[in-house]
């Protein structure tokens, strides 16, 4: 194969993977949107109703207790509370890049539409004609 046609195929990946990670962010912001969306306090108090009930009943006495439960509640709470941050963290880093990129373009584009500076008139030099010439003369 080509070097040219490795380097299209290169550039369209490049463009497909971009579109592809777009889409990706877009559904992410919806599923977050949703997913907050949905936990209403009904829900919440639900589940936690019904996973302390799971917690009661499943409990092996000596092995399990309700404090382990809770500590493991917090450890998986805090793994996605951490994963959240990091995610939120990648987005802002990605629309900062964005950001720039966008400043660049722009200036550029500013530049090239930006009108250039008129170059001063230079007059013409010419040779005068006789009747200029005797004008130019009779003046002084």
Known sequence: MKFGALQRRVKRCEQVMAV???ETEDNWTVLSQVWRQGWSP???ITVGL???FLAGKLEVPGKVNGARWLQMIGSVSN???SGQ??????????AAD???EAADQADEAAE????RPAAAPEPELREPQPAEAATDVSER
């Open 112 to 115: 090239q539409m930006a009108p």
């Open 98 to 100: 964005t950001a720039d």
């Open 50 to 52: 019904a996973g302390g």
């Open 42 to 44: 009904l829900r919440i």
């Open 85 to 94: 941050a990091a995610f939120a963290a990648a987005m802002a880093a990605h």
């Open 20 to 22: 592809r990670m777009a």
């Open 79 to 81: 793994l996605f509370a």
